[in-house]
Structure formats: structure tokens, C-alpha cells
């Protein structure tokens, strides 16, 4: 599917969720107001195609960090990945090169490209659906979906 024809379907919702709000950080590589114990923000932007969606995660490197690294406030940017079929669930981080140039003018609009992009390789990848539910690996009648998928 093209980013054009996703744009199309009845499901596709791009939405800003405070990222603008944090845009001067990402620009300056240093996130001011985050803290090492400090509150990720989650879900700063979401691209939800019927029943998958993708979101951003921002962090910092003293928060993530598998090294101690007190004090460096540099920005992670992620996507994560959420499937609907009750309720919501978490998918998980994607791994994934964010291909968006956060100084440029029309960010938002290569964000909300390269999170079409991101998701569109995972759909297919997995065998995901935009059109119905899906069952993730964290479902807990994920099993139960193969079994009878395999029958």
C-alpha cells in the first residue's frame, strides 16, 4: 500500500500528541526538562490505520542507557507499535532508522511519512491487518489464533 492509499482509508488518524512541543529540544539534542527517573513521553505522535498504529516515544540517553550516563539529556526517538483487537495492546519498540530531519520546515509532514513507512514494513513483515484484528505476540490467545489459523 502507498502512503497516498493509506490516506484514503476510513481508519487513517495522524494526530500531533505534544511533540511540537518538544521539538526545540530534539533540534538542540539536549531534552531540558527530562529527568534520569524522570517521565518518558509517550505517544507524542500517532499514526493509527484501523487496527494498528504506530507511536512515538521520546527519551533520553540517561534513561535508556544500558552504560551509566548521569546527565545526558540527548534525545531517543522510537516507534512503538500497538494492535487493536478488544482493547489496545502493546506491540512493542520497533527497530527502526527514523528517517526524519527534525531542523527541516516540514517535519511533521516527513514524520508522518516515515511512521506510514515504519508500520507498513512491520504489517507486512508479521502478516498484520489494517482491516481487522490482530494478535500479537504479548496476546494471550495468540496460541489459540495459529491453532485454529493452522487447521
Given at each position: 500500500m502507498t502512503f497516498d492509499e493509506a490516506k484514503k482509508l476510513e481508519g487513517y488518524n495522524f494526530k500531533l500528541n505534544g511533540i511540537e512541543r518538544l521539538i526545540d529540544d530534539i533540534r538542540n539534542n539536549?531534552?531540558?526538562d527530562m529527568y534520569e527517573d524522570g517521565e518518558r513521553y509517550i505517544g507524542v505522535a500517532v499514526l493509527e490505520i484501523g487496527y494498528i498504529d504506530i507511536?512515538?516515544?521520546?527519551?533520553?540517553e540517561e534513561q535508556v542507557s544500558r552504560k551509566p550516563r548521569p546527565g545526558d539529556k540527548t534525545p531517543v526517538i522510537d516507534y512503538f507499535i500497538c494492535l487493536k483487537n478488544n482493547e489496545w495492546e502493546s506491540e512493542g519498540?520497533?527497530?527502526y532508522n527514523i528517517q526524519v530531519d527534525w531542523n527541516a520546515d516540514n517535519w511533521k509532514e516527513q514524520l508522518e511519512k516515515d511512521m506510514f513507512q515504519a508500520l507498513d514494513e512491520y504489517v507486512k513483515k508479521h502478516g498484520f491487518h489494517y482491516d481487522q484484528p490482530n494478535y500479537g505476540w504479548m496476546h494471550k490467545s495468540y496460541q489459540e489464533h495459529i491453532a485454529k489459523k493452522n487447521k
Open positions: 539536549y531534552m531540558k507511536e512515538v516515544n521520546v527519551m533520553t519498540y520497533l527497530d
